[in-house]
T-cell receptor, first 114, second 114 residues
Framework: DGGITQSPKYLFRKEGQNVTLSCEQN?????MYWYRQDPGQGLRLIYY???????QKGDIAEGYSVSREKKESFPLTVTSAQKNPTAFYLC?????????????FGSGTRLTVV | KQEVTQIPAALSVPEGENLVLNCSFT??????LQWFRQDPGKGLTSLLL?????REQTSGRLNASLDKSSGRSTLYIAASQPGDSATYLC?????????????FGSGTQLTVLP
């Protein structure tokens, strides 16, 4: 079955440590996105990529970095510069050029600072 | 900048009741509007997608409407069941620029009492 796989499901980070969240899709989608969700709030866009080797900052990119070396993969690194990284992180993808096409989401990674 | 508002923030109804969730957005330049369901600690599941040229979409007991000119959408759930308990998120895909970004509301937390 096609879909988006996020791993790990739970992740614990120590102060000053960088961690990487994985996102892989086998839907042959062009664009991929990373969102952050905090309790009681809507999703906020961190980074997105429409083609391989290109990505753009979203609304809250500070303290995060991404790469897009392969079409199916879009890992997110939470760096030590991100002061409040505890949140639920969601990866999504969609087709470019199809206005009637929506987003598909992964099952999320919950990151906790310990 | 697009803003999406969902009312009410929380709703509790007895089983069997019909209910309406509301979503409003400030910029009518959209490609589509998507309704999602999110269970606690899980990713987002797409329920319905309405293209900007459409007025409504139906799937089983769910019906979503779109009035683009007034910036409003409603999600109608017929004969609610305890299994419908979840958070419902509305998201619009902006038509300004090429990023195909979704802007989310903060969600309506629905509880259906047996």
């Amino acid at each position: 079955d096609g879909g988006i796989t996020q791993s790990p499901k739970y992740l614990f980070r120590k102060e000053g440590q960088n961690v990487t969240l994985s996102c892989e899709q086998n839907l042959n989608h062009d664009a991929m996105y990373w969102y952050r969700q905090d309790p009681g709030q809507g999703l906020r866009l961190i980074y997105y990529s429409q083609i391989v080797n290109d990505f753009q900052k979203g609304d809250i990119a500070e303290g995060y970095s991404v790469s897009r070396e392969k079409k199916e993969s879009f890992p997110l690194t939470v760096t030590s510069a991100q002061k409040n990284p505890t949140a639920f992180y969601l990866c999504a993808s969609t087709l470019i050029g199809a206005q009637d096409y929506g987003y598909t989401f992964g099952s999320g990674t919950r990151l906790t600072v310990v | 900048k697009q803003e999406v508002t969902q009312i009410p923030a929380a709703l509790s109804v007895p089983e069997g009741e019909n209910l309406v969730l509301n979503c409003s957005f400030t910029d009518s330049a959209i490609y589509n509007l998507q309704w999602f369901r999110q269970d606690p600690g899980k990713g987002l599941t797409s329920l319905l997608l309405i293209q900007s040229s459409q007025r409504e979409q139906t799937s089983g007991r769910l019906n979503a409407s779109l009035d683009k000119s007034s910036g409003r959408s409603t999600l109608y759930i017929a004969a609610s069941q305890p299994g419908d308990s979840a958070t419902y998120l509305c998201a619009v895909m902006g038509a300004r620029g090429s990023a195909r970004q979704l802007t989310f509301g903060s969600g309506t937390q629905l509880t259906v009492l047996p």
